[in-house]
């Protein structure tokens, strides 16, 4: 299996574009959560998702931001429009069940300049 | 807020020593985890202790959950230049198995 896999690795944009960061979990996880980590406040929960369905979004900062999952594959994070302040290294994680180790993708570096 | 916060925040030791990293907690768990992240990478789950377990093994690893004193601690043996890396402890409490992360201990292991 080639783990969870995230695209891209990295992302430069201008304050007010859009940002989409994309994951594709583990195939036969049924859980999917979005990450975002920062030097000030360490790994934080943005949303997650069992059998594709939004569970927990409370950690989603702003309207800005928002997350889909179409289908058991694929996952997309979109903010819209974007503020430096977003810059971050983004994680998508999943997980076979509740209860169990989540394994993790690569990340994706966002720097919004 | 996080749940668990890892002591110390940084290790520096040489190779073939011993490393213990602390994890203490404020509330009750259902279980405990410990992941390892390695610089511009994503974390690797390592271990899960469940509350009412008390020590787990894998390989060079050691995990130890004191449900009474709210800590838990990850003991590497015989440490390697490559387990340099930031190492997470992740606690899921009250009705929810979703983790919540600290704020990780830098060790660096000197060859």
């Known amino acids: 299996d080639a783990g969870v896999i995230q695209s891209p690795r990295h992302e430069v944009t201008e304050m007010g574009q859009e940002v989409t960061l994309r994951c594709k979990p583990i195939?036969?996880?049924?859980?999917l959560f979005w990450y975002r980590q920062t030097m000030m406040r360490g790994l934080e929960l943005l949303i997650y998702?069992?059998?594709?369905?939004?569970?927990?979004d409370s950690g989603m900062p702003e309207d800005r931001f928002s997350a889909k999952m179409p289908n058991a594959s694929f996952s997309t994070l979109k903010i819209q429009p974007s503020e430096p302040r977003d810059s971050a290294v983004y994680f998508c994680?999943?997980?076979?069940?509740?209860?169990?180790?989540?394994?993790f993708g690569s990340g994706t570096r966002l720097t919004v300049v | 807020s996080q749940q668990g916060e890892e002591d110390p925040q940084a290790l520096s030791i040489q190779e073939g020593e011993n490393a213990t990293m602390n994890c203490s907690y404020k509330?009750?768990?259902?279980?405990l985890q410990w992941y390892r992240q390695n610089s511009g990478r994503g974390l690797v789950h390592l271990i899960l202790?469940?509350?009412?377990?008390r020590e787990k093994h894998s390989g060079r690893l050691r995990v130890t959950l004191d449900t009474s004193k709210k800590s838990s601690s990850l003991l590497i043996t015989a440490s390697r230049a490559a387990d340099t890396a930031s190492y997470f402890c992740?606690?899921?409490?009250?009705?929810?198995?979703?983790?919540?992360f600290g704020r990780g201990t830098s060790l660096i292991v000197h060859p």
């Open positions: 195939s036969g996880h049924n859980s």
């Open positions: 992740a606690t899921a409490s009250g009705g929810s198995y979703i983790p919540t």
């Open positions: 994680a999943s997980s076979l069940a509740s209860g169990t180790g989540y394994t």
């Open positions: 998702f069992n059998n594709n369905v939004p569970i927990d």
């Open positions: 509330t009750s768990i259902n279980n």
């Open positions: 202790i469940r509350s009412n377990e």
